[in-house]
């Protein structure tokens, strides 16, 4: 939702982030019933503390004042980040992922494999089935796929 409204900040954002060693992964302005939320998504190799968390909230407060919103959160994309940009598709090279198609392909709306690259508009993905060339603009969602096996389970 206005993606227009946060476009005017984002490139100052990023220098932001950037000079603070995290990477800008996303700014959204989505709407709910208890308001308008601005949230700034923001990570780094090690990942993401409340004190950055905290510390970036600071440092943009001023340029998020341009934007209409209610209530203004930073936090980190999570492990299971979406692939959105590029560099999120070289950094995930090899990885499983799990691709979510707007309208089914081949009658499947769910393919998951391992990525092999990103190649003229089309996510290269190898599937027990062989490889696929799934094109970008009918991916709804790329994620990876986050192997939990032998975490240790924590009674709280």
Not at 17 to 31: N, P, R, S
Not at 71 to 88: H, N, Q
Not at 110 to 124: H, P
Request: with cysteine; aromatic share 6%; hydrophobic share 40%.
């Amino acid at each position: 939702m206005a993606k227009a409204e946060t476009t005017a900040i984002e490139p100052r954002c990023e220098k932001i982030a950037a000079d603070m060693g995290f990477e800008l992964v996303e700014i959204a302005l989505e709407k709910e019933p208890t308001g308008k939320y601005l949230r700034f998504y923001i990570d780094r190799p090690e990942g993401i503390s409340l004190d950055d968390c905290e510390a970036y909230h600071k440092a943009v407060r001023d340029l998020a004042d341009k934007v209409d919103y209610d209530f203004m959160e930073v936090s980190s994309p999570g492990i299971d980040r979406p692939l959105k940009k590029d560099r999120d598709f070289e950094r995930n090279l090899g990885s499983e992922i799990e691709i979510k198609l707007f309208k089914a392909m081949d009658g499947v709306k769910v393919i998951t494999g391992t990525l092999a690259g990103l190649e003229d508009g089309e996510i290269v993905i190898d599937t027990p089935d062989g490889e696929k060339r799934i094109p970008r603009k009918a991916a709804a969602i790329v994620k990876p796929i986050v192997d939990m096996s032998g975490v240790e389970e924590v009674d709280l």
